[in-house]
Structures are given as structure tokens and as C-alpha cells.
């Protein structure tokens, strides 16, 4: 029986598996990801992350829990780059590049304590950025719109799970987004501060998403007047989001949870 070594870490609660390999995913990897994710039958996680180490950092490929593909994850990116500054010793000022489907990501090593990490990561530009009004199971919800390398949909007004559980549902697999949506509903608390709740494609709610912390973030400074630097409390945690003409910028911490030998292959 084959298997393998798997890193799990976490940020903010978003917790992903991360399986070290020679030459990127599997041709069974969005099988492996539904089975090793599974919170009961598996180790359980939001993600996994199929990472091949390069000298600048690390190539990746990620899969949602449910087997989907996903472009990037804010808080994944964080994970390897905590891993990487684990097992390389990394000081504070390193350096890491992450590859994901939606372009290289660059990490600064902020600071370092045991397992955990904290970094800045330059998280690219928004683009298609827009506000539209959506029409929803009859309500027409009014959102903004845009891409942080993965899509996203930010709708401001109540915080509560069962407008969560409706409209993250509902929206993320909505016709208007083809590929599917993230979804995240935020209060905007003060001019440098806002509070969100996720339901992340392909997973479901989440307790964090680093793109979906800067998604909302920027649909708050470009559709709010809020602040360009700005606090973003999710219910793991807040971290704090600039943008800038450079572009996004995301700073949080990341940490490893444990080292786990995992058969790949189904028991017999």
C-alpha cells in the first residue's frame, strides 16, 4: 500500500493537508482529496495542497474538500510558506514564492515562534471588479463582484449563519457565475474595520479565507469609503488587508498542526 507524507496546518481555523511531491498532483487527486479531507473518514480538512518545492519556495495545485479544483487559497499559500519556513529555518525577512493556478504569490516572513508564522503576502490585483444586483430564489440581492485570482461574491448587511447557509448556497453555484463563487457576507463596523462570514466554494462555510478576506476588503474601500488599510475579522480571526497601486497586500499567521502518514490507497 502506497504512502504518504502529509504536513497539516492551519490559519485562522482554515486548515489544509499538504502532501509533499516530485512532480505535481496526481492523475487521482481530486479523489485523494475527498477522501483524506473527510472529517470522519479521513484526516479532515478544508483542502489539500499538492506542493513540489523549488528553490524560491513551492509549485502547488489545490483541491477543495468536496475533489474541485481551486485556483488559490490566501490562507493555503500561508500554510506552505509555514511549512517551508519550518523545514528551511527561514529568519524573519525571508523570502518565499508560492505557485498556484492563478500566478506566483510572494511571502515576506514577518515573524516566526515554534510552529506558527506570520506573513505578508502580496496577493496580486482585483480585477473585474463591479457591483451588480443579483436575483436570488425572488430577492435581488445587491453585491459586489471580482476576481483575487479566484472569484468572489461580497454581500454587505446582516451577519447571521442562516443567511449564510441561504445565500452562500444558493449563490455560489448561481447561473451568473459559471464557475462558481465564493461567497462571503460583511459588516462594515467601522472606516478600518469590517466583519465577514465565509462559505467557501467547494467546502462550504469556513471559519477564514485569505482571498476572501481581501475580496472583501477591497469591495469595501471601492463600494464602502472604507479605509485602504483595514481589519478583517473573521470568525477565526482578524487580519489586516492594504491596498495599494502595488496591489493587495494580506498579513496573518499560519501553523503547523502535525505530520501524518496517510495510506493513499483504500484499505482492502
Known sequence: MARRLLIKAQAYGNDFLIAPVAGGAPVDGADRARRVCDRRHGVGADGLIFATTTDAGAETELFNSDGSRAEVSGNGVRCVAAWLAHERALQPGSRVTIGTGAGPKRLTLLES????????????????????????????????????????CVIFGDLTDERLQRLGRGLATLAEFPAGTNVELAHLEAADRIRILIWERGVGPTSSSGTGTCAAAVAAIAHHAASRRIDVAAPGGVQRVEWTDDGVSLVGWAELVARVDWPFSPPA
Open 113 to 152: 515562534a515554534k510552529a506558527r508564522s506570520t506573513f505578508e503576502a502580496a496577493m496580486g490585483h482585483p480585477t473585474g471588479l463591479a457591483q451588480r444586483v443579483l436575483d436570488f430564489d425572488g430577492e435581488e440581492v445587491r453585491a459586489s463582484v471580482l476576481s483575487m485570482g479566484n472569484p468572489h
